[in-house]
């Protein structure tokens, strides 16, 4: 039996595939429980400067194994406490790890699979991805972040319709509204998310890991709060060496080389 989650370090970038194709990469305990240590280990390897997040197969993910949650519980499982014990770390993770992290979108991604896109990022999306909100057809609540990601995606109407109806969101429709970033050929997906991260690892880790706290911190702050967090993070910011660099790299005329170790969470 494969391992249901993929990874795969490529020079500075770590690709996580996520590998139940023949269930559509539908989530049970054994692939959160991998997931989570792929993401972990970017901690503790300073050495990698992006994340690209993907499925194997036909699909992103399809959401939660209802089948596993059921056989495993024996009867209806305390759906709330899965979500504290998996997806919710997981979104945290997601949203606190220091470096970038690309949904590369590759087929459906519906239920908490498309609440787990959301959280990534950046996403690009194949031609033929969807997102679907499924939770109202099975009589449950949208989960993994969705009701407070969507409606800052989207806007509150377009969140109500999607997480009611239910209904598919073609990947150009998703591009349209902001959900994702682009949409490329099928075949493609992989490729143009390690162009991204390929230039981000150019870019000094630091400014991108501070980058990343401020704009989460901004969709629950006031304009007050933001300006004193954006004076604190640049003092951060110019006081590390890969300022420094940028700027002595700028005055010598030539290419910067900036460390590895310096990415702030």
Same mark, same amino acid.
């Given at each position: 039996m494969s391992d249901p989650v993929i990874v795969d370090r490529q020079?500075?970038?770590?690709?996580?595939?996520?590998?139940?194709?023949?269930?559509?990469?539908?989530?049970?305990?054994?692939?959160?429980?991998?997931?989570?240590?792929?993401?972990?280990?970017v901690e503790n390897d300073p050495a990698i400067r992006g994340v690209i997040l993907t499925g194997a197969g036909r699909a992103f993910c399809a959401g939660q194994d209802?089948?596993?949650?059921?056989?495993?519980?024996?009867?209806?499982?305390?759906?709330?406490?899965v979500i504290e014990r998996y997806y919710n770390p997981l979104v945290r993770r997601l949203q606190h790890l220091p470096v970038p992290v690309i949904g590369a979108i590759n087929g459906v991604a519906?239920? *908490? !699979?498309? @609440?787990?896109?959301f959280a990534c990022d950046i996403v690009i999306a194949a031609q033929s991805a969807r997102f679907i909100q499924s939770f109202s057809k099975i009589g449950l609540v949208p989960d993994s972040g969705a009701t407070w990601t969507l409606p800052r995606l989207v806007g509150s109407h377009r969140a109500r319709a999607l997480t009611m109806l239910g209904t598919p969101l073609d990947a150009a429709t998703a591009l349209n509204w902001g959900l994702v970033w682009e949409v490329v050929e099928n075949d493609a997906v992989l490729d143009s998310a390690k162009a991204i991260i390929e230039k981000l690892s150019a870019f000094p880790p630091t400014g991108l890991a501070l980058t990343k706290k401020a704009l989460h911190a901004a969709l629950t702050a006031t304009l007050?709060?933001?300006?004193?967090?954006?004076?604190?993070?640049?003092?951060? *910011? !110019?006081? @590390?060496?890969?300022h420094l660099e940028g700027v002595r790299a700028f005055i010598e005329k030539r290419a910067p080389v900036f460390t590895t170790g310096n990415k702030t969470s």
């Open positions: 020079e500075q970038c770590l690709v996580v595939t996520l590998n139940r194709p023949e269930s559509l990469n539908a989530f049970t305990v054994e692939m959160h429980q991998q997931l989570m240590a792929a993401l972990n280990s209802l089948q596993e949650s059921q056989e495993a519980a024996g009867s209806s499982p305390d759906l709330g406490a519906a239920g *908490a !699979g498309a @609440s787990l896109a007050d709060e933001q300006l004193d967090l954006e004076r604190d993070l640049q003092s951060q *910011a !110019g006081s @590390s060496p890969d």
